[in-house]
C-alpha cells in the first residue's frame, strides 16, 4: 500500500509540475498565493504517515539560501525559490567562455554570468554557487548583462535583448519589436533578430534601453556588418524599439550614458556621440577624426563639421586633431590593421567624472603569415605598423584630441615597451606579441583612476594612477606550473584565449572603490579580486568553483567542489560500484580525466597521478569501464602538441594508468606503431574505444577508433619488443585512407563475434563519399577479420555518428544516428534495420524513423533551413532497464548562432518510433547534447547523462524501491 501511495504521489507530482513548466509559466508554485505546493499535495495524501524517502528524493526540490547582504538596502528585490528541476549539473563547471557579468543594483549577493556555450547563469550567494537559468532563452551566446535599478535584468544575445519576467531570473522574454531585417544574403538569418552585442540602461529613467547591434569580441557565428541600422533605442522597457543610427559594416562593443541627452557609443568603425539623445531622430557626431563628422538621418548621409552651425564651436576647428602614423604626433583616435580599417577600432570606453573621455583602442597586431619571428631578420611588410598603437587613449576636450595613454608613460613592465608595444625592428629580437586592453572602468570618485582589464601577451588586471602601472596578475609565471589553476585558464589548458601570466578578462564590475573589491569575467570564469591593506595587493577568490589540495610531488591533484563556471566541454562519463564505492569518470577534451566518489558533488582532476606514468593525459574524448576485468580505459592525447594519441587503463580506479602499446617514446615518427609507442598522430584522436568480447578477460582485446586512420586492434598477447600489440583492420573501409573518421564502435556481449562502426570518409567534404556508412566487423577468425558496409535500400547514410544494436521480440535491429542524402538534401536522421548474425548478409533495409525536420517551422526562409540540414546526432543511449528505451541527443552544427528548442528524443519500441522528450527537454537549460549515457548513482538510482560543453547534466531516470 505504501508503494501505491508513493506511485500515486508520484503521478500527482508530474501532474502539478507539467502545469507550471510551460514556457511562459515558469515560476515557482510558491510563488502564487492561490497555488498549492507539491509538499503540501504529498502531505495531504499521505496524511498521518511520513513522506517516505523514496518520493523525497523523486521530487528532489532545489531550495536557495535568502541572499543576505552586510549593508541593507533601500530596496530590497524580491527574490523567489528557483523551480524543482530534474536536471542538476555534474561536474566541476564547464560553462564555456564568461562574455559578461552583472551585480544587481542594491543586493551584492545577486549575480548574472553570461556564457558562450550555455546561456546566463545566476548566482544568490555572491559567486559561491551557480545555477543555470536559460530555460526560456533560444539561443545560448550572451554578450551582455545590465541591470536597471529597479532589479530588472537585459541580455544582449545573438538573437536579440530578452528580459526577466520573475525576480529569480529564470523566466525571460526575448524583446525585438522594431528591429529591423537585415538585407544582405550573406547573412542568413534575415528573418531573425539582430545579434545584440551591447546593452545600455539610463540611470535616470529605468524605460530607457538602448541596444548595440554586434559581434563582441568573440569570433561569432553571425556577420552583423549588413544590417541596416546598430543603435535602436527602447522608451518603454524594451517592448518596443526604434531605430537611431547606421555605421557601414560597423559592431557595437559599449555605451555610455550621461542624462538624459548626452550618450557615446564605441564601435569597430569610431566613436560616436550625440547631445539630443532624447530626440526621436538626434543628431550624431563622430569623434576623434581629422574631420569631424556629423549626420542628422541617422546615419543615411554624413557632413563636415568644419563650417556647420548644427555642431558645437570645439567640433568645427578643422582639422580637429593629427592622424599620423608617428607616435608623437598622432592625437586622433588611430586607425589600427586588426580591424576597422579606415576607422579606430574600440573596444572599451567609459567617462570620467571629470568630463575625461577614456577609449580603449584595440590592435592586435599586423601578423604577416610569413613573419615567425625577429630573429630572422624578417620584418612586417608595412614599416609604419612596427609598432602597437592600442590600449587607453584620454580626451579632456570632449573627444577633439586623444592622448595616447601608454607611450611615453610608466608602463606595467620594463619588458612591455619592447616586446610588447613594438612588433619585429631592428631594435628588438622578440617576436610578436600584444596585449589587448579592451576594458575600463574609472572610480567615480577619482577619474584617474581605472582599473584596466587585458587580454593576450600580458593579461589580467591593471591599475592605473596617472602615470603608474599597477599590472595584478593573478599568480607567478616565473614559478607556476600548468596545474596551478590561478595562473592558467582552464584546468590544465590553456585554450584558444589563454595567456601564460594572468587571467584573460572579458567584463569587469565594481562592488566597491574604497577599499576596491571587483568582480572579473575571465575567459574561463570568474574572479572576485579584493584589495589587501597589509599586503598591499589584491587577492583572488576563483568563483567558478573551489579548489583544494594540490600537491605536485605527493600527486594528490587538484579537487573541485561547488558548482561553478570553468571551461571544458564534457565528453564522455562512466560510472560504476567496485567494492562498495561507486566511482564516477568524467573525460573532458581539455580537462583531462575526473574522479569522483560522492555522486558528482566533487570531483579530481587525476592529471597529476597519469602525468606520472603517461605524458599524453591531458585530452581525453571517449572512456569504457570493462566490468570483467574491472578495468577503466580513456584515450588520450599528448598534452604539448596533442602529436601523440593512446589508449590509457586503470585497474585501480584511477590510482595509477598505464599506457597500452609502451610509453611514448620521446620523439615519434612514421615507425610509431613498429617501435611500440602508442598510436601517434597520423591516426588522429581516439574517439571510440570497444571491447572485442572474444578474448577473455584476463587478456581482453581492444577496438580503438580513429578520426583520422580507420580502426586498430589491441591485442596483449602481442606485446613484445619484435612485435607490436597494434594493429590496423584493413579495408575498413579502405587501406591506409587518412580520411578514415570513425565516430563510434559498439559491441556487445550478447553477440560477442560482431562490431559495428560507423565511418565517415569524407574528411569534411560536403560531398557524400560512397564508402560512408555503417559497417559491421566480424571478429571470430583472429587472422582474418572482415569489415563489410552494410549496404542499404535507396537511403546512402552520410557521416553516420553513432550505432547500436537492440533485442525486441526475439529479432536484433541495428539503430544508428547519421544523415541521408536525397537529392540534394542532407537530413539528419535515425535508422534502423533488422539483422540476422547467424546468417549475416550485408544487404540490409534501412528504414527512417526519425528525421526531425518535421519539427521546424516551415515559415523560415530557405538560408536558415539549409543551416538545419548541417545538424547531426551524437547522443545515442539503451536504458539498461529497458531495452527496448533508447534516447537519442541532438548537437547543433558548429558555427551556428542559434539553438533549435526540440534536441532530445525517445523511444519506446527499439527504435521503431521516436518522439520529443517533453520533460528532458523543459527542464535541460542547455540546447545541444554532445553525448547521452546512461549510469547508476551509489543508491542504486538510475540516471540519465547529458554530455556538453556546458558541463555534465544528469537526470533522475527511476528510483529503486528500497523495500
Given at each position: 500500500m505504501r508503494v501505491l501511495k508513493q506511485v500515486c504521489i508520484y503521478i500527482l507530482i508530474l501532474f502539478v509540475c507539467q502545469s507550471c513548466r510551460s514556457p511562459n509559466n515558469r515560476s515557482n508554485l510558491s510563488t502564487e498565493s492561490n497555488d498549492i505546493s507539491v509538499d503540501e499535495i504529498a502531505t495531504e495524501i499521505e496524511a498521518d504517515e511520513q513522506p517516505s524517502s523514496e518520493t523525497e528524493e523523486i521530487t528532489e526540490p532545489v531550495t536557495e539560501t535568502e541572499p543576505v547582504t552586510e549593508t541593507e538596502p533601500e530596496t530590497e528585490p524580491e527574490t523567489a525559490t528557483p523551480e524543482p528541476l530534474d536536471w542538476e549539473q555534474q561536474g566541476p563547471g564547464g560553462f564555456g567562455q564568461v562574455p559578461a557579468i552583472a551585480m544587481h543594483p542594491t543586493n551584492n549577493n545577486i549575480l548574472l554570468a553570461g556564457t558562450d556555450v550555455a546561456g546566463v547563469m545566476v548566482s544568490f550567494d555572491g559567486g559561491s554557487s551557480w545555477k543555470n537559468a536559460s530555460y526560456d532563452l533560444d539561443t545560448l551566446e550572451i554578450y551582455d548583462i545590465k541591470f536597471s535599478l529597479d532589479g530588472t535584468a537585459y541580455l544582449a544575445t545573438s538573437a536579440g535583448v530578452y528580459k526577466n519576467t520573475t525576480s529569480d531570473y529564470f523566466n525571460w522574454e526575448l524583446l525585438i519589436e522594431g528591429f529591423e531585417n537585415g538585407t544582405s544574403s550573406n547573412d542568413g538569418y534575415n528573418s531573425y533578430a539582430h545579434p545584440i552585442s551591447r546593452v545600455a540602461i539610463s540611470s535616470l529613467d529605468p524605460n530607457i534601453i538602448w541596444a548595440g547591434v554586434g559581434r563582441t569580441q568573440f569570433p561569432n557565428k553571425r556577420d552583423a556588418t549588413d544590417d541596416?541600422?546598430?543603435?535602436?533605442?527602447?522608451?518603454?522597457?524594451?517592448?518596443?524599439?526604434?531605430?537611431?543610427?547606421?555605421?557601414?559594416?560597423?559592431?557595437?562593443?559599449?555605451?555610455?550614458?550621461?542624462?538624459?541627452?548626452?550618450?557615446?557609443?564605441?564601435?569597430?568603425?569610431?566613436?560616436?556621440?550625440?547631445?539630443?539623445?532624447?530626440?526621436?531622430?538626434?543628431?550624431?557626431?563622430?569623434?576623434?577624426?581629422?574631420?569631424?563628422?556629423?549626420?542628422?538621418?541617422?546615419?543615411?548621409?554624413?557632413?563636415?563639421?568644419?563650417?556647420?552651425?548644427?555642431?558645437?564651436?570645439?567640433?568645427?576647428?578643422?582639422?580637429?586633431?593629427?592622424?599620423?602614423?608617428?607616435?608623437?604626433?598622432?592625437?586622433?583616435?588611430?586607425?589600427?590593421?586588426?580591424?576597422?580599417?579606415?576607422?579606430?577600432?574600440?573596444?572599451?570606453?567609459?567617462?570620467?567624472?571629470?568630463?575625461?573621455?577614456?577609449?580603449?583602442?584595440?590592435?592586435?597586431?599586423?601578423?604577416?603569415?610569413?613573419?615567425?619571428?625577429?630573429?630572422?631578420?624578417?620584418?612586417?611588410?608595412?614599416?609604419?605598423?612596427?609598432?602597437?598603437?592600442?590600449?587607453?587613449?584620454?580626451?579632456?576636450?570632449?573627444?577633439?584630441?586623444?592622448d595616447w595613454f601608454l607611450y611615453n608613460k610608466e608602463t606595467p613592465d620594463t619588458q612591455l615597451l619592447s616586446r610588447v608595444y613594438y612588433r619585429c625592428d631592428s631594435a628588438s629580437s622578440e617576436g610578436y606579441g600584444?596585449?589587448?586592453?579592451?576594458?575600463?572602468?574609472?572610480?567615480?570618485?577619482?577619474?584617474?583612476?581605472?582599473?584596466?582589464?587585458?587580454?593576450?601577451?600580458?593579461?589580467?588586471?591593471?591599475?592605473?594612477?596617472?602615470?603608474?602601472?599597477?599590472?595584478?596578475?593573478?599568480?607567478?609565471?616565473?614559478?607556476?606550473?600548468?596545474?596551478?589553476?590561478?595562473?592558467?585558464?582552464?584546468?590544465?589548458?590553456?585554450?584558444?584565449?589563454?595567456?601564460?601570466?594572468?587571467?584573460?578578462?572579458?567584463?569587469?564590475?565594481?562592488?566597491?572603490?574604497?577599499?576596491?573589491?571587483?568582480?572579473?569575467?575571465?575567459?574561463?570564469?570568474?574572479?572576485?579580486?579584493?584589495?589587501?591593506?597589509?599586503?598591499?595587493?589584491?587577492?583572488?577568490?576563483?568563483?567558478?568553483?573551489?579548489?583544494?589540495?594540490?600537491?605536485?610531488?605527493?600527486?594528490?591533484?587538484?579537487?573541485?567542489?561547488?558548482?561553478?563556471?570553468?571551461?571544458?566541454?564534457?565528453?564522455?562519463?562512466?560510472?560504476?560500484?567496485?567494492?562498495?564505492?561507486?566511482?564516477?569518470?568524467?573525460?573532458?577534451?581539455?580537462?583531462?580525466?575526473?574522479?569522483?566518489?560522492?555522486?558528482?558533488?566533487?570531483?579530481?582532476?587525476?592529471?597529476?597521478?597519469?602525468?606520472?606514468?603517461?605524458?599524453?593525459?591531458?585530452?581525453?574524448?571517449?572512456?569504457?569501464?570493462?566490468?570483467?576485468?574491472?578495468?577503466?580505459?580513456?584515450?588520450?592525447?599528448?598534452?604539448?602538441?596533442?602529436?601523440?594519441?593512446?589508449?590509457?587503463?586503470?585497474?585501480?580506479?584511477?590510482?595509477?594508468?598505464?599506457?597500452?602499446?609502451?610509453?611514448?617514446?620521446?620523439?615519434?615518427s612514421s615507425t610509431c606503431l613498429t617501435d611500440d609507442c602508442g598510436l601517434d598522430d597520423n591516426v588522429g584522436i581516439v574517439e571510440s574505444i570497444a571491447i572485442d568480447y572474444t578474448s577473455p578477460a584476463t587478456s581482453r582485446r581492444i577496438l580503438a577508433g580513429t578520426s583520422m586512420g580507420g580502426i586498430y586492434l589491441y591485442d596483449p598477447t602481442k606485446h613484445s619488443s619484435s612485435n607490436t600489440p597494434w594493429r590496423h583492420i584493413e579495408n575498413c573501409p579502405t587501406?591506409?585512407?587518412?580520411?578514415?573518421?570513425?565516430?563510434?564502435?559498439?559491441?556487445?556481449?550478447?553477440?560477442?563475434?560482431?562490431?559495428?562502426?560507423?565511418?565517415?570518409?569524407?574528411?569534411?567534404?560536403?560531398?557524400?563519399?560512397?564508402?560512408?556508412?555503417?559497417?559491421?566487423?566480424?571478429?571470430?577468425?583472429?587472422?582474418?577479420?572482415?569489415?563489410?558496409?552494410?549496404?542499404?535500400?535507396?537511403?546512402?547514410?552520410?557521416?553516420?555518428?553513432?550505432?547500436?544494436?537492440?533485442?525486441?521480440?526475439?529479432?536484433?535491429?541495428?539503430?544508428?544516428?547519421?544523415?541521408?542524402?536525397?537529392?540534394?538534401?542532407?537530413?539528419?536522421?535515425?535508422?534502423?534495420?533488422?539483422?540476422?548474425?547467424?546468417?549475416?548478409?550485408?544487404?540490409?533495409?534501412?528504414?527512417?524513423?526519425?528525421?526531425?525536420?518535421?519539427?521546424?517551422?516551415?515559415?523560415l526562409d530557405p538560408l536558415r533551413h539549409k543551416a538545419f540540414r548541417q545538424l547531426g546526432f551524437t547522443g545515442l543511449a539503451i536504458n539498461p532497464e529497458n531495452s527496448a528505451e533508447i534516447v537519442v541527443g541532438l548537437r547543433h552544427a558548429p558555427n551556428m548562432d542559434y539553438y533549435l528548442s526540440k534536441h532530445i528524443y525517445i523511444s519506446q519500441d527499439a527504435g521503431a518510433t521516436f518522439e520529443i522528450a517533453t520533460d528532458l527537454e523543459e527542464d535541460l537549460p542547455v540546447k545541444e547534447v554532445y553525448g547521452i549515457r546512461f549510469a547508476y548513482d551509489s543508491k542504486g538510482s538510475l540516471y540519465l547523462h547529458a554530455m556538453t560543453c556546458a558541463a555534465s547534466f544528469r537526470y533522475k531516470w527511476s528510483q529503486m524501491d528500497e523495500e
Open positions: 541596416p541600422y546598430h543603435v535602436y533605442r527602447s522608451k518603454d522597457a524594451g517592448n518596443t524599439w526604434a531605430p537611431l543610427l547606421a555605421v557601414t559594416g560597423a559592431n557595437v562593443f559599449d555605451f555610455y550614458i550621461d542624462g538624459e541627452n548626452k550618450v557615446w557609443v564605441a564601435t569597430d568603425r569610431g566613436l560616436f556621440y550625440t547631445e539630443d539623445a532624447a530626440n526621436t531622430v538626434p543628431t550624431w557626431f563622430e569623434l576623434g577624426i581629422s574631420d569631424i563628422q556629423y549626420t542628422t538621418n541617422s546615419g543615411t548621409s554624413w557632413q563636415s563639421c568644419s563650417s556647420s552651425d548644427v555642431c558645437p564651436t570645439a567640433f568645427r576647428t578643422n582639422p580637429a586633431c593629427v592622424q599620423s602614423t608617428d607616435k608623437n604626433t598622432n592625437t586622433c583616435l588611430p586607425i589600427v590593421s586588426s580591424a576597422g580599417e579606415t576607422k579606430p577600432s574600440i573596444r572599451g570606453f567609459t567617462v570620467g567624472s571629470d568630463g575625461r573621455i577614456i577609449v580603449m583602442i584595440w590592435d592586435s597586431g599586423n601578423v604577416n603569415s610569413a613573419v615567425s619571428s625577429c630573429s630572422t631578420g624578417r620584418s612586417f611588410n608595412d614599416a609604419s605598423l612596427n609598432y602597437y598603437r592600442g590600449g587607453p587613449y584620454v580626451s579632456q576636450d570632449n573627444g577633439v584630441t586623444f600584444a596585449t589587448l586592453f579592451p576594458w575600463v572602468i574609472a572610480d567615480p570618485s577619482d577619474p584617474a583612476h581605472l582599473f584596466i582589464g587585458a587580454r593576450g601577451q600580458m593579461g589580467g588586471l591593471y591599475e592605473v594612477n596617472e602615470k603608474n602601472w599597477s599590472w595584478w596578475a593573478d599568480c607567478d609565471p616565473s614559478t607556476s606550473t600548468v596545474f596551478e589553476q590561478t595562473c592558467f585558464e582552464g584546468q590544465a589548458n590553456l585554450g584558444a584565449a589563454g595567456t601564460t601570466t594572468g587571467p584573460t578578462m572579458n567584463d569587469l564590475v565594481a562592488v566597491s572603490w574604497n577599499p576596491a573589491e571587483l568582480i572579473l569575467a575571465k575567459s574561463r570564469g570568474v574572479l572576485r579580486a579584493t584589495w589587501n591593506v597589509t599586503e598591499s595587493k589584491f587577492f583572488y577568490e576563483d568563483l567558478a568553483y573551489d579548489v583544494a589540495s594540490y600537491e605536485e610531488d605527493g600527486v594528490t591533484g587538484l579537487t573541485w567542489t561547488g558548482t561553478g563556471l570553468d571551461d571544458t566541454c564534457s565528453y564522455d562519463i562512466t560510472t560504476y560500484l567496485d567494492n562498495g564505492t561507486y566511482y564516477n569518470f568524467l573525460s573532458n577534451g581539455d580537462g583531462g580525466v575526473l574522479r569522483s566518489i560522492d555522486d558528482g558533488l566533487s570531483w579530481q582532476d587525476l592529471s597529476l597521478i597519469r602525468k606520472q606514468t603517461v605524458t599524453y593525459s591531458d585530452e581525453t574524448y571517449a572512456m569504457l569501464y570493462d566490468t570483467d576485468a574491472k578495468r577503466l580505459y580513456t584515450s588520450d592525447a599528448y598534452s604539448a602538441s596533442s602529436t601523440y594519441h593512446a589508449i590509457t587503463y586503470s585497474d585501480d580506479n584511477g590510482d595509477t594508468w598505464t599506457p597500452m602499446g609502451g610509453d611514448l617514446c620521446s620523439s615519434c587501406d591506409g585512407d587518412a580520411n578514415i573518421i570513425v565516430k563510434s564502435i559498439y559491441t556487445s556481449s550478447s553477440h560477442p563475434n560482431w562490431a559495428f562502426a560507423t565511418i565517415d570518409d569524407s574528411g569534411g567534404s560536403t560531398v557524400w563519399d560512397t564508402t560512408d556508412g555503417i559497417y559491421a566487423i566480424n571478429l571470430e577468425n583472429t587472422d582474418n577479420i572482415t569489415c563489410t558496409k552494410l549496404i542499404g535500400n535507396s537511403i546512402n547514410l552520410w557521416e553516420p555518428t553513432k550505432v547500436v544494436t537492440v533485442s525486441s521480440n526475439g529479432q536484433t535491429y541495428i539503430v544508428a544516428t547519421a544523415k541521408y542524402i536525397d537529392s540534394d538534401t542532407k537530413e539528419p536522421c535515425v535508422v534502423r534495420t533488422p539483422i540476422d548474425l547467424d546468417n549475416f548478409s550485408a544487404d540490409v533495409e534501412w528504414e527512417i524513423t526519425l528525421l526531425p525536420r518535421g519539427y521546424v517551422d516551415s515559415s
